[in-house]
C-alpha cells in the first residue's frame, strides 16, 4: 500500500511561483513513474509533469521550461517547481504513482490570478 500526501498549493499572481511536494508513506524506488496531474474546473484531468524512475521526465508542452519536476527516492518524494504561473495553470494538483499498482494523492489547488 502507498499513501500520497500533497502539499504547496495556493493563491499566487500571474507570473509568481509555486513549489508542490508530494510525501510517499513508504518507500518509492519500486516506483517506476510519477507523476503531477492537474484538474481545472469543467475539464479533464491532465498529466502536467512525470519522471520515471531512471530519472526520465516528460512534460505538458505548455509548462515546458517553466516547470521543473524532480524525484528524491531517499526521502520518498515528489517535487514540482512552477515557475513563470499562468492563469491556465489554476487547478487541483495530484500526486500519481504507477508501480504494482497505481495510487493518487488527494491534491492541492492552485489558483493564480491576475
Known amino acids: 500500500q502507498l499513501q500520497l500526501v500533497e502539499s504547496g498549493g495556493g493563491l499566487v499572481q500571474v507570473g509568481g511561483s509555486l513549489r508542490l511536494s508530494c510525501k510517499a508513506s513508504?518507500?518509492?524506488?519500486?516506483?517506476?513513474?510519477m507523476g503531477w496531474y492537474r484538474q481545472a474546473p469543467g475539464k479533464e484531468r491532465e498529466l502536467v509533469a512525470g519522471?520515471?524512475?531512471?530519472?526520465?521526465?516528460n512534460y505538458k508542452r505548455s509548462v515546458e521550461g517553466r516547470f521543473t519536476i524532480s524525484r528524491d527516492n531517499t526521502n520518498a518524494t515528489l517535487t514540482l517547481q512552477m515557475n513563470t504561473l499562468q492563469l491556465g495553470d489554476t487547478g487541483v494538483y495530484f500526486c500519481?504513482?504507477?508501480?504494482?499498482?497505481?495510487?493518487w494523492g488527494q491534491g492541492t489547488q492552485v489558483t493564480v490570478s491576475s
Open positions: 519522471v520515471t524512475d531512471d530519472g526520465r521526465t
Open positions: 500519481k504513482a504507477i508501480g504494482s499498482d497505481i495510487w
Open positions: 513508504r518507500s518509492i524506488s519500486d516506483i517506476a513513474y
